[in-house]
């Protein structure tokens, strides 16, 4: 069973608008919940990631929310470009577990209008 | 610098057909990861090795085997492909308390 769920499965936005993807989980023993961007014909590269410690991280455009009690996480990309156009995944592990493996959500697919 | 390096980046097979798709990581990481990623469902493990000589179970490791003889490479097997296979495969490799870092994938079609 999927234990990350991804929401939306495709976005369209205006250029210089804010894109908002979310994810939710079940395993409360997650503790690393990284986001990918992965643009045609390459593989997943990481974009940014957050421990459940904070409630927010920012990285330029880029902004994951975290909330703990909800278990859902959102990545937000503020001033959004064409370039911007990808596919996002969300994913989570527990640092603890052997390997550190990733549960990945099913991806979204963001479409950036000029 | 080439990364995480997968070979071939296209293949097609024939249902029964055997074949081994190779990942090869010049950054000297520990872990290694098969994945494979079908539309609507994100990517899903395969299997997975903590270090030269070991490999493990993932989510969907049914019909695939896979080896890690050498620090640098992690083979992943198809003995008898089937068309549920279809796919395309990811290997990634990292060091630890780092993040994943992937190759540009095979594509791999069964007839």
């Known amino acids: 069973q999927q234990q990350v769920k991804q929401s939306p499965q495709s976005l369209i936005v205006q250029k210089g608008g804010i894109s908002i993807i979310n994810c939710a989980y079940e395993?409360?023993?997650?503790?690393?919940f990284p986001w990918y961007q992965q643009f045609p014909g390459k593989g997943p590269a990481l974009l940014i990631a957050i421990r459940p410690d904070v409630s927010e991280k920012k990285e330029g455009r880029f902004t994951i929310s975290f909330n703990k009690s909800a278990k859902q996480f959102s990545l937000h990309i503020m001033d959004s470009q064409p370039g911007d156009s990808a596919t996002y995944f969300c994913?989570?592990?527990?640092?603890?577990?052997?390997?550190?493996?990733?549960?990945f959500g099913e991806g979204t697919q963001l479409t950036v209008n000029p | 610098n080439a990364g995480v390096t997968q070979t071939p980046k296209f293949r097609v097979l024939k249902t029964g057909q055997s074949m081994t798709l190779l990942c090869a990581q010049d950054?000297?990481?520990?872990?290694m990861y098969w994945y494979r990623q079908d539309p609507g469902m994100g990517l899903r493990l395969i299997h997975y090795s903590v270090g030269e000589g070991t490999t493990a179970k993932g989510e969907v490791p049914d019909g695939y085997n896979v080896s890690r003889l050498k620090k640098q490479n992690f083979l992943l097997g198809l003995e008898s492909a089937a068309p549920s296979q279809t796919s395309v495969y990811f290997c990634?490799?990292?060091?630890?308390?780092?993040?994943?870092?992937f190759g540009d994938g095979t594509r791999l079609s069964i007839l």
């Open positions: 395993n409360t023993a997650f503790d690393y």
């Open positions: 990634a490799s990292r060091e630890n308390n780092q993040p994943q870092h």
């Open positions: 994913a989570a592990t527990s640092i603890q577990t052997s390997g550190s493996r990733l549960t």
């Open positions: 950054m000297n990481h520990e872990y």
